[in-house]
C-alpha cells in the first residue's frame, strides 16, 4: 500500500483557500446587511469588496493565511483617499496606515 502525502501548501490548495475565505466573507458581509461591491483597476489592481459603512465607502480585502500585503489595497487607498480600509486575514487585531486587520473569526462583527 502507497503512502498518499498531501500538498498543502501548493499553487492549487492555496488558490482553493482563498475563493473559500472571499465566500466566507462574502456570506458574513451580506447576512450583516451590506450590498457588496468590488473595485479594479484597469485590470492591474483590485479590491473584494467594498461595502458603505454610515457615509464611507469602505474597501475590504480578504486573505486566506497571515500574508497580508495588498497592493491592490494601497492602490486603491492612494487614489480615492478612504476614511480606513479593512483587511481581514488570520492575524490578530491592529491598526496600520489606515487599514483596520481583522481575524477571520470575527468577520461577523464588521
Excluded at 500538498?7 to 492549487?12: A, D, F, G, N, Q
Excluded at 480615492?80 to 483587511?87: D, G, H, L, V
Amino acid at each position: 500500500m502507497k503512502n498518499i502525502h498531501f500538498r498543502w501548501k501548493s499553487k492549487e490548495t492555496e488558490h482553493f483557500r482563498g475563493i473559500l475565505t472571499e465566500n466566507y466573507v462574502a456570506i458574513a458581509l451580506k447576512t450583516n446587511g451590506y450590498d457588496l461591491h468590488y473595485w479594479e483597476s484597469d485590470n492591474t489592481a483590485e479590491v473584494d469588496f467594498l461595502i458603505q459603512k454610515d457615509s464611507h465607502v469602505i474597501p475590504v480585502e480578504c486573505k486566506a493565511g497571515s500574508h497580508v500585503k495588498a497592493k491592490s489595497m494601497m492602490v486603491y487607498m492612494e487614489k480615492y483617499e478612504p476614511a480606513y480600509a479593512i483587511r481581514i486575514s488570520t492575524r490578530n487585531y491592529g491598526m496600520i496606515k489606515g487599514i483596520k486587520s481583522v481575524p477571520l473569526y470575527s468577520v461577523f462583527c464588521i
